[in-house]
């Protein structure tokens, strides 16, 4: 998802017997859905899992600006660069609740965004996929927000409460983000045959990368027991990955396209469609750098820190200053 | 609200930050956020936390000025008032033929 591949800080699940009295009473806060606040005791391995699940979570954030960013000068219409300003706007929200929720964890904002620009964070694969015309912009809203909403629903309930506030908050903006991606590529769906191929090649060429947000197959997802435990995984990969594809198909199916996997039949036993799965080797091949353009954001990210610093610095000297001044103003009147 | 961090360098503080809504009652905690002092805190809190209307006021406050209870002492600190049931109207049962009280 927007956090795949999170790596777990723990060997494995231990029983209640191998606990802590301290670790015990936090396993059974859980459990019982009592949320687990900043100052509370935690695992030092609850923590660090936390910190790397939550700050790539908000990494991704941050990255997937830049997809779209690349289109809010292009878009058609007056109309529709207002809606993607707005959209992307509050994506870079989404990244500070997110790093905000992070730093209640004892790491700092600018301690994580050095982690991924020195390549020791990771942030979702999709945003490693180019935007090459207008109608992946709708199918980005459209599948990659819809996907990232899956996700983040579940994790309204998680166990940590900094995190699962950052969640409620982040849900509540979401359903703008799909659902102005979807009235953006009905709009080239009913369209002109060339407007409707290109909706159809974007469906084409985005779907897979969509259901690789969701990590890797349960069957080699090692990291899921323990977070499932803590409650910072509220559901499996694949369990996630079949809701997404039984809410898109019917919409993919309304908009006249072809369904971009021959596979994709449903399935009345299960009572859920079946699908191909995505091709894994391309997915790790992505998380490890090799995207085609993986090496785009983080010259884009990392240039943008770098460009900026005068500004941060700039800032602070001159809130310093002012103070300094109001201070001595304070001491003079005395 | 958040702990406070170990400021790195020149890292903006942190400043939690309070609204009240168009009809609330009160300022309510809603998220932290990085700045170099109250005012552009408050600039990036309307930014950040009031794109659909959700406040008429906002208060910023530097997190490290916030002091909190411990989260240690919870059952002792709020002990006091579990044991006076009778602060509460439902304690007392009234006839109803009193009418509305
Ligand atoms: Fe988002
Ligand atoms: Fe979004």
Known sequence: MYAQMVKTASDGVKSREDMSPEEAAFQAKIDADIKIEPRDWMPEDYRRTLIRQIGQHAHSEVVGQLPEGNWITRAPTLERKMILLAKVQDEAGHGLYLYSAAETLGVSRDEMVEMLHAGKMKYSSIFNYPTLNWADIGAVGWLVDGAAIINQVALQRTSYGPYSRAMIRICKEESFHARQGYSAIMKMAFGTPEQKRMAQHAVNRLWFPALMMFGPSDKDSVHSEQSMAWKIKIKTNDELRQQFVDQTVPQILYLGLELPDPNIKWNEERGHYDFSDPDWSEFFNVLKGNGPCNTDRMKDRVGAWEDGEWVRDGLMAHARKKQARKDAAKIAAE | ?101
Do not use: C
Request: glycine residues 6%; proline residues 8%.
């Open chain 2, 1 to 101: 609200m958040s702990n406070e961090t170990t400021p790195s360098r020149s890292e903006w503080p942190l400043w939690e930050v309070f609204i009240r809504g168009q009809h609330g009652m009160s300022h309510r905690h809603v998220g932290s956020l990085h700045a170099p002092d109250a005012e552009m805190a408050i600039k990036n809190a309307r930014d950040v936390y009031t794109r659909r209307n959700e406040g008429v006021s906002i208060w910023v406050v530097e997190a490290k000025h916030i002091a909190a209870t411990a989260p240690g002492e919870k059952g002792p600190f709020f002990e006091p008032s579990e044991s006076k049931v009778y602060r509460h109207p439902t304690f007392f049962d009234i006839p109803d033929e009193v009418g509305h009280m």
